[in-house]
């Protein structure tokens, strides 16, 4: 697969796949304005759904909660392998952000319940060289973030969202909410957690987007 050493099994490629590819090569979307979170809430080139788009690789994972788990792992001082109950039992948090699409929809004020990544980091204990996240999803999707990112304040494993289970299409049972990147780092279905001290590029990483993807700083794509 394309320079990945991933060995899950991905689905076929969809049309809206190959057409994402073409969008990083050609710079598709791109204005070249810049504006801070602070001073503006809308990031450049973007435009507000009132409805909330489904975007993955074409296959909902047959994954149900009384077959979950979650792996942490990696370079952490106490490594976790979660069942729902588990997961289910830890501290909750609640956040309502908003979701910034790279395909340029943006969707305000989503309610998101679960764990907060920082409560999450606290338990594994990350070691001192560690710096990178590495998520892996029931579907074989894969993304990575740097540590700071995926710790951010309102950053959290969510398992439901307006207050109902997240729906199967939505990455439920359970899906990382990274509000201030690209959604396409809030990997849905999310199956494992590994902390590194390297960084892995992931799906999107090695097919021509942004190694980061600041919406703010319209890091669409790579060079
Ligand atoms: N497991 C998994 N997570 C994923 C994806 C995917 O294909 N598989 N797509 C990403 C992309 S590109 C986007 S824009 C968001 C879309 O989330 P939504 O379908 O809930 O809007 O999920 C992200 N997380
Ligand atoms: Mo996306």
């Known amino acids: ?5 991933d060995t899950s099994p ?9 057409t994402k590819q073409t969008w990083a090569r050609q710079g598709k979307f791109l204005t070249g304005r810049h504006a801070r979170p602070d001073s503006e809430r809308l990031p450049p080139g973007q435009h507000i759904v009132k409805d909330w788009p489904v975007l993955d690789l074409g296959v909902v994972p047959s994954i149900t909660r009384d077959h979950w788990r979650l792996d942490v792992g990696g370079a952490v001082e106490h490594p976790i392998s979660w069942n729902w109950m588990e997961f289910e039992a830890q501290p909750q948090t609640q956040e309502v952000s908003d ?28 070691s001192d060289d560690a710096a ?14 740097p540590l700071e990112d995926f710790a951010a304040e309102d950053a959290m494993i969510a398992h439901s969202w307006q207050g109902q289970p997240l729906p ?8 990382l909410v990274v509000p201030h990147l690209y959604f396409w780092k809030s990997a849905k ?10 960084d892995h590029p992931g799906f999107w990483e090695v097919r021509g987007y942004h190694n980061r993807g600041d919406p703010w700083a319209e890091q669409r794509y790579s060079e």
């Open 1 to 5: 697969m394309t320079g990945s050493d």
């Open 10 to 18: 991905l689905p076929p490629d969809t049309k809206l796949t190959r």
């Open 99 to 126: 979701i910034h699409c790279v395909t340029t929809w943006s969707r305000y004020d989503n309610q998101w319940q679960g764990l907060a990544t920082r409560d999450l980091l606290a338990k594994v204990m990350p």
């Open 132 to 145: 990178f996240v590495i998520l892996t999803s029931y579907d074989g999707y894969t993304t990575n973030l």
């Open 168 to 175: 199967a299409e939505h990455g439920g049972p359970a899906r």
């Open 189 to 198: 279905w999310l199956q494992k957690i590994e902390i590194a001290t390297r």
